[in-house]
């Protein structure tokens, strides 16, 4: 890898970094949410929710839909699910 893939791998890694984004793309891995909904699981504000959708959005985590007036959010891919299904494993592992 050059030295701009590995910053790229690492700004990639970053968002499995914090909790908010970790709990929303979990959320996500399980069915497509709008932003009440994910807040409504999460307990946290639409402000917050959307600021790391947002986020997401800018890194190719999450993509969405407009249905009507509602926008439902998905994972962008597959690989963001195998990384979230790998890693629960690897923690899974040490306990």
Known sequence: MNTNE???LSEFYKMFGDVTRLKILNALSCKNLCV???A???QMTHSS???QLQVLR???FVKYEKIG???YYSLAD????IILKYGYEHIQERG
Do not use: G, W
């Open 6 to 8: 590995i910053y790229q």
């Open 36 to 38: 009440s909904e994910i």
């Open 40 to 42: 409504e699981q999460l």
């Open 49 to 51: 929710i959307s600021h």
């Open 58 to 60: 800018a890194q190719n």
């Open 69 to 71: 007036k509602t926008v």
């Open 78 to 81: 597959e690989h963001i699910q």
